[in-house]
C-alpha cells in the first residue's frame, strides 16, 4: 500500500511538472524566416576612382537558431546591366556584419547593387540600393555641349605641339564645312558623351566617299553609339569605338587615312581652358602618332555672333573714322567732332544684326555721299545703290572677323573694302572686318572694325549700339 501511494504521488509530481514547462504554449511552432538584409549608408566611393565602401548587417530568421543558421552571402554591382563587380562569402551564426569594399571605386555612372543571403535551410533574401558615382570635376567644368570655334584655326596639324606648319583650316573652310561645324558635342554629368552629327558632317575619303564633302555620317563616328568619358584639369579621354572630337580620323596610334586602327578610347591634352560670361572655350592636343600635332578648338555657350546682335551706328565722336598706313592708324585722316555734326546724315544710319543671321542697313532719306558716287561734290544726299541698303544681306562673326555677304553690304565708309577703295575697285559680293574690340559696358555696347583696304590701306571704324 505505501509503495502504491509513493508511485501516484510521483506521477502527480511529474504530471505536475510537465504542465508547468508546458504552460500552456506546447503547441506553438516555431517560425522559420529568411535572413533580415540591413544596408547601412555608402559612406565612401560615391566620387570617380575614390575606395567604394557599405556595410551590410545580415541576421537568421525568428527561429534563434532553433532550426537554421547563416549560411551564405553573394553581392552584384552593374552598369546598366554589365557585371561591375561581385562577391561571395560563407557565414555563420545568427548574426554577421559584411563589408563590401572595392578599391580604387568606379567610373563615373549610375549602379545598382543587389545583395542576397541564404540560410542552411534555403532560405533566402534579396536586397537592392542603386547609387550615382560622380565625376572628379575640376575648377573648370567641361559639362554641356560643345561645338567646334566656328575660326580660321580651329583645326591645325604640324611636326610639333601647337603648330600649323601643314595645314589648318581658314575662314573660308568654316562655311565650306558648315555640315562639321554645327556638330556637337555634349558631355552629360554622369559621364556619358554623346556626338549629335545631324543629318550630315564633313567626310574624307578614307571614309569610303568620293571627294572629300558633306555627306551622311558614317560608322562608326555617326554617333550612334553609347560613349563614355573622364576627365581632369589637363586629360579628356573618351571611351568607345567610334567617339571623338574634331576629326574623326585622329586618334593617339596616328592618323585612320594611314593606317590607323579605330581606336576604342582617345585621350586628348587639354591646352587652355577659358570663360567670358556664359562662354567656354577649350583647346583640345593630341599626338597622333610619333612627330603629329593636331589641336581642336571648342566653344560653348551662346554663340559669339550674340554679342554683336542688334542696332548699331557709327559712334559720334573723334576719330570714329581714320585711315593711315596700319592698323588702328589716323595718320591720313580722321574725322573731327565738327564733321560728326557736318555729316549728321551718316551717324544717323542704323546697322542691324538680327539674331537669324540677317543684316540691313537702313540709311533713312539721306546718308553721306562722296563724288566716286556720281555727284558733284561730297555731302548728304539720296543713298545710291548698290549701298542703299536695299539688298538682302547676311553676316557671320565669328569673335574675330565680321564677315557681310551680299553686295553693297557695309558698316561705315562703303568704298572701303578688301581689295581696295570704290571705285578703284569692283564693288565686291562680300566684306570682311577684323573685330579689333566689343565691349558692353551698363547695356551700352561698343565695337571698333579694322579693314585693309588694298595693301598698306587702313580704315578703322567705330560703332556704338544704338
Same mark, same amino acid.
Given at each position: 500500500?505505501?509503495?502504491?501511494?509513493?508511485?501516484?504521488?510521483?506521477?502527480?509530481? &511529474?504530471?505536475? %511538472?510537465?504542465? #508547468?514547462?508546458?504552460? $500552456?504554449?506546447?503547441? =506553438?511552432?516555431?517560425?522559420?524566416?529568411?535572413?533580415?538584409?540591413?544596408?547601412?549608408?555608402?559612406?565612401?566611393?560615391?566620387?570617380?576612382?575614390?575606395d567604394f565602401k557599405i556595410e551590410v548587417t545580415v541576421?537568421?530568421?525568428?527561429?534563434?537558431?532553433?532550426?537554421?543558421? &547563416?549560411?551564405? %552571402?553573394?553581392? #552584384?554591382?552593374?552598369? $546598366?546591366?554589365?557585371? =561591375?563587380?561581385?562577391?561571395s562569402q560563407e557565414l555563420t551564426g545568427e548574426n554577421q556584419k559584411i563589408t563590401i569594399e572595392v578599391k580604387g571605386g568606379f567610373d563615373p555612372g549610375d549602379y545598382n547593387l543587389d545583395i542576397k543571403a541564404t540560410d542552411t535551410n534555403g532560405n533566402e533574401s534579396t536586397e537592392n540600393i542603386s547609387f550615382r558615382v560622380a565625376s572628379i570635376r575640376p575648377a573648370f567644368d567641361i559639362s554641356g555641349t560643345w561645338t567646334m570655334e566656328p575660326v580660321a584655326g580651329a583645326m591645325k596639324v604640324g611636326p610639333s605641339p601647337g603648330s600649323s606648319e601643314w595645314w589648318q583650316n581658314s575662314a573660308g573652310d568654316v562655311s565650306a564645312r558648315a555640315c562639321f561645324f554645327d556638330d556637337t558635342y555634349t558631355f552629360n554629368n554622369d559621364g556619358t558623351f554623346k556626338m549629335n552629327l545631324g543629318?550630315?558632317?564633313?567626310?574624307?575619303?578614307?571614309?569610303?566617299?568620293?571627294?572629300?564633302?558633306?555627306?551622311?555620317?558614317?560608322?562608326?563616328?555617326?554617333?550612334?553609339?553609347?560613349?563614355?568619358?573622364?576627365?581632369?584639369?589637363?586629360?579628356?579621354?573618351?571611351?568607345?569605338?567610334?567617339?571623338?572630337?574634331?576629326?574623326?580620323?585622329?586618334?593617339?596610334?596616328?592618323?585612320?587615312?594611314?593606317?590607323?586602327?579605330?581606336?576604342?578610347?582617345?585621350?586628348?591634352?587639354?591646352?587652355?581652358?577659358?570663360?567670358?560670361?556664359?562662354?567656354?572655350?577649350?583647346t583640345l592636343r593630341v599626338q597622333a602618332g610619333t612627330g603629329v600635332w593636331w589641336d581642336f578648338k571648342l566653344i560653348s555657350g551662346p554663340p559669339a555672333s550674340a554679342a554683336i546682335v542688334g542696332k548699331w551706328k557709327m559712334e559720334p565722336v573723334e576719330g570714329a573714322l581714320s585711315v593711315g598706313p596700319t592698323a588702328g592708324s589716323r595718320e591720313w585722316w580722321f574725322n573731327t567732332t565738327a564733321d560728326v555734326a557736318t555729316r549728321a546724315c551718316f551717324f544717323d544710319d542704323v546697322y542691324t544684326f538680327a539674331e537669324n543671321g540677317a543684316f540691313s542697313i537702313d540709311m533713312g532719306a539721306q546718308t553721306w555721299l562722296e563724288a566716286w558716287q556720281g555727284i558733284a561734290a561730297d555731302g548728304c544726299g539720296t543713298p545710291k545703290a548698290p549701298h542703299n541698303g536695299t539688298g538682302t544681306f547676311t553676316y557671320l562673326y565669328d569673335g574675330g572677323t565680321l564677315r557681310l555677304i551680299g553686295q553693297g553690304a557695309h558698316v561705315g565708309l562703303p568704298k572701303a573694302v578688301n581689295a581696295g577703295e570704290l571705285p578703284n575697285v569692283a564693288v565686291p559680293g562680300e566684306v570682311t572686318y577684323q573685330v579689333v574690340s566689343l565691349t558692353e559696358t551698363a547695356g551700352v555696347k561698343k565695337m571698333t572694325l579694322n579693314i585693309q583696304a588694298g595693301t598698306g590701306v587702313w580704315w578703322t571704324f567705330k560703332l556704338i549700339s544704338a
Amino acid at each position: 500500500m505505501k509503495k502504491t501511494i509513493l508511485k501516484i504521488t510521483a506521477l502527480g509530481m &511529474l504530471t505536475a %511538472f510537465a504542465w #508547468a514547462c508546458d504552460n $500552456g504554449f506546447s503547441d =506553438v511552432p516555431v517560425v522559420d524566416t529568411p535572413p533580415v538584409i540591413a544596408l547601412g549608408p555608402i559612406t565612401s566611393g560615391l566620387t570617380e576612382g575614390q575606395d567604394f565602401k557599405i556595410e551590410v548587417t545580415v541576421s537568421d530568421g525568428r527561429d534563434e537558431g532553433r532550426i537554421t543558421s &547563416l549560411a551564405n %552571402f553573394t553581392y #552584384a554591382i552593374t552598369k $546598366g546591366g554589365a557585371s =561591375v563587380k561581385s562577391g561571395s562569402q560563407e557565414l555563420t551564426g545568427e548574426n554577421q556584419k559584411i563589408t563590401i569594399e572595392v578599391k580604387g571605386g568606379f567610373d563615373p555612372g549610375d549602379y545598382n547593387l543587389d545583395i542576397k543571403a541564404t540560410d542552411t535551410n534555403g532560405n533566402e533574401s534579396t536586397e537592392n540600393i542603386s547609387f550615382r558615382v560622380a565625376s572628379i570635376r575640376p575648377a573648370f567644368d567641361i559639362s554641356g555641349t560643345w561645338t567646334m570655334e566656328p575660326v580660321a584655326g580651329a583645326m591645325k596639324v604640324g611636326p610639333s605641339p601647337g603648330s600649323s606648319e601643314w595645314w589648318q583650316n581658314s575662314a573660308g573652310d568654316v562655311s565650306a564645312r558648315a555640315c562639321f561645324f554645327d556638330d556637337t558635342y555634349t558631355f552629360n554629368n554622369d559621364g556619358t558623351f554623346k556626338m549629335n552629327l545631324g543629318g550630315v558632317t564633313w567626310l574624307e575619303t578614307w571614309q569610303g566617299v568620293a571627294a572629300d564633302g558633306c555627306g551622311v555620317p558614317k560608322s562608326p563616328f555617326d554617333g550612334s553609339k553609347s560613349y563614355n568619358y573622364t576627365y581632369t584639369s589637363t586629360t579628356l579621354t573618351l571611351i568607345g569605338s567610334g567617339a571623338h572630337v574634331g576629326l574623326a580620323k585622329v586618334n593617339n596610334a596616328g592618323e585612320i587615312s594611314n593606317g590607323a586602327a579605330v581606336a576604342n578610347q582617345i585621350a586628348y591634352t587639354i591646352v587652355d581652358q577659358s570663360k567670358t560670361g556664359n562662354t567656354r572655350r577649350m583647346t583640345l592636343r593630341v599626338q597622333a602618332g610619333t612627330g603629329v600635332w593636331w589641336d581642336f578648338k571648342l566653344i560653348s555657350g551662346p554663340p559669339a555672333s550674340a554679342a554683336i546682335v542688334g542696332k548699331w551706328k557709327m559712334e559720334p565722336v573723334e576719330g570714329a573714322l581714320s585711315v593711315g598706313p596700319t592698323a588702328g592708324s589716323r595718320e591720313w585722316w580722321f574725322n573731327t567732332t565738327a564733321d560728326v555734326a557736318t555729316r549728321a546724315c551718316f551717324f544717323d544710319d542704323v546697322y542691324t544684326f538680327a539674331e537669324n543671321g540677317a543684316f540691313s542697313i537702313d540709311m533713312g532719306a539721306q546718308t553721306w555721299l562722296e563724288a566716286w558716287q556720281g555727284i558733284a561734290a561730297d555731302g548728304c544726299g539720296t543713298p545710291k545703290a548698290p549701298h542703299n541698303g536695299t539688298g538682302t544681306f547676311t553676316y557671320l562673326y565669328d569673335g574675330g572677323t565680321l564677315r557681310l555677304i551680299g553686295q553693297g553690304a557695309h558698316v561705315g565708309l562703303p568704298k572701303a573694302v578688301n581689295a581696295g577703295e570704290l571705285p578703284n575697285v569692283a564693288v565686291p559680293g562680300e566684306v570682311t572686318y577684323q573685330v579689333v574690340s566689343l565691349t558692353e559696358t551698363a547695356g551700352v555696347k561698343k565695337m571698333t572694325l579694322n579693314i585693309q583696304a588694298g595693301t598698306g590701306v587702313w580704315w578703322t571704324f567705330k560703332l556704338i549700339s544704338a
